[in-house]
T-cell receptor, first 118, second 109 residues
């Protein structure tokens, strides 16, 4: 079983809804990530939080809003999504490596939240 | 532009043989490279990490090589088993982590 917990596992929402995806880890990791994965495609990086601060935003549309309330929790707030946003949303965490460049160690992924936008 | 290519979308092999998967990259200077396994509908699971100054890493039936001159990593599974059937992703780590498209491995009994 993964040590990164994502809820809900499945979410169906309309284009006018507001919903949130949640992610929790208790491994003491100080980097947390959101990835989006479409079928038969690799995970695409969306956001990176390092020490609870947003360090990378891969030009993600503002209808996706991340939040890191503390070092164990990561949320992704969803509003006014489009059907093409339907995908598997993966949360991951990692230690920050000792290389001194802020690069991550191995990523621990959650099982994902399967989002369907109608 | 930066590219990570896993040049086999799918690989079918017979049980007991060695599976070899390839990851090539361009316009990257990765600090290290990682390999992950992903089963359908689940999150990727870390397998092995190899640093830029390492040539080879092993873990049980798994072996990874890393050639920074060729800009290539090879991932081997020896004595393959049907349970090894999955998608295998390489990931390059520089200031963040980027994944290749993956190779779907099927091991037939």
């Amino acid at each position: 079983d993964t040590e990164v917990t994502q809820t809900p596992k499945h979410l169906v929402m309309g284009m006018t809804n507001k919903k949130s995806l949640k992610c929790e880890q208790h491994m003491g990791h100080r980097a947390m990530y959101w990835y989006k994965q479409k079928a038969k495609k690799p995970p695409e990086l969306m956001f990176v939080y390092s020490y609870e601060k947003l360090s990378i935003n891969e030009s993600v549309p503002s209808r996706f809003s991340p939040e890191c309330p503390n070092s164990s929790l990561l949320n992704l707030h969803l509003h006014a999504l489009q059907p093409e946003d339907s995908a598997l949303y993966l949360c991951a965490s990692s230690r920050l490596s000792s290389l001194g460049r802020g690069v991550p160690g191995e990523l621990f992924f959650g099982e994902g939240s399967r989002l369907t936008v109608l | 532009s930066q590219k990570i290519e896993q040049n086999s979308e799918a690989l079918n092999i017979q049980e007991g043989k060695t599976a070899t998967l390839t990851c090539n990259y361009t316009n990257y200077s990765p600090a290290y490279l990682q390999w992950y396994r992903q089963d359908p509908g689940r999150g990727p699971v870390f397998l092995l990490l190899i640093r830029e100054n390492e040539k080879e890493k092993r873990k049980e039936r798994l072996k990874v090589t890393f050639d920074t001159t060729l800009k290539q990593s090879l991932f081997h599974i020896t004595a393959s088993q049907p349970a090894d059937s999955a998608t295998y992703l390489c990931a390059l780590v520089d200031n963040d982590m980027r994944f290749g498209a993956g190779t779907r491995l099927t091991v037939k009994p």
